[in-house]
């Protein structure tokens, strides 16, 4: 089977700006959960959408939003990008939310 | 009652040692802990993982330790490898407390491992 999938794999960006990332889960998994990871703070969970509804949302600003497509791929959005957004965002996907697989990841630069 | 905490931040083990990393949880909700390995440049892979119903699991090289009691889980690497040179994170989840717990996986801080030959 073929691994979890994100694109853009880079992004740069300025500050004020808006930002899509798109990630594509396993065939067959139907939960797919977003992480940023930063230096500083380590992995921090974003959200996460099982068979097109968001079931869990982390402790991030609005400006953080998803949604899920009927065929589980993932979109994740940012609005008006500020600089401590620059990160590498991670989705994972799973069949039972628990055993989750990440993709190589989107980083994600805003100057 | 969210956090994981991880140790050692990093580590130097010399070739054919043994890489022990820790990690101490406080949610007694989790019900899942996973540890994954990642390189740079990559995304986080799924090493191993255990429930709490056993206290040791293997998997070649590498072994889970967990202690219920004591909230605490470690991995061990038996005969390092230079090629095992990563950044280890722990994880948990609840798999069974439903809500705030769906799809949300709490890392530790992360372990740098150096392998040297």
């Known amino acids: 089977k073929a691994g979890v999938t994100q694109t853009p794999r880079y992004l740069i960006k300025t500050r004020g700006q808006q930002v899509t990332l798109s990630c594509s889960p396993i065939?067959?998994?139907?939960?797919v959960s977003w992480y940023q990871q930063t230096p500083g703070q380590g992995l921090q969970f974003l959200f996460e959408?099982?068979?097109?509804?968001?079931?869990n949302k982390g402790n991030f600003p609005g400006r953080f939003s998803g949604r899920q497509f009927s065929n589980s791929r993932s979109e994740m959005n940012v609005s008006t990008l500020e600089l401590g957004d620059s990160a590498l965002y991670l989705c994972?996907?799973?069949?039972?939310?628990?055993?989750?697989?990440f993709g190589p990841g989107t980083r994600l630069t805003v100057l | 009652q969210q956090q994981v905490k991880q140790s050692p931040q990093s580590l130097i083990v010399q070739k054919g040692g043994i890489s022990i990393i820790n990690c101490a949880y406080e949610?007694?909700?989790?019900?899942?802990f996973p540890w994954y390995q990642q390189f740079p440049g990559k995304g986080p892979a799924l090493l191993i993982a255990?429930?709490?119903?056993?206290s040791e699991k293997k998997e070649g090289r590498f072994t889970i330790s967990f202690n219920k009691s004591a909230k605490q889980f470690s991995l061990h690497i038996m005969d390092s490898q230079p090629g095992d040179s990563a950044t280890y994170f722990c994880?948990?989840?609840?798999?069974?407390?439903?809500?705030?717990?769906?799809?949300?996986?709490?890392f530790g801080q992360g372990t740098i491992l150096t392998v040297h030959p």
């Open positions: 959408y099982f068979s097109e509804t968001q079931r």
């Open positions: 065939s067959g998994h139907r939960s």
């Open positions: 255990i429930r709490p119903d056993v």
């Open positions: 949610n007694t909700a989790f019900d899942y």
């Open positions: 994880a948990a989840i609840g798999e069974k407390a439903g809500g705030t717990s769906y799809g949300k996986l709490t």
């Open positions: 994972a996907s799973s069949l039972d939310t628990s055993r989750q697989f």
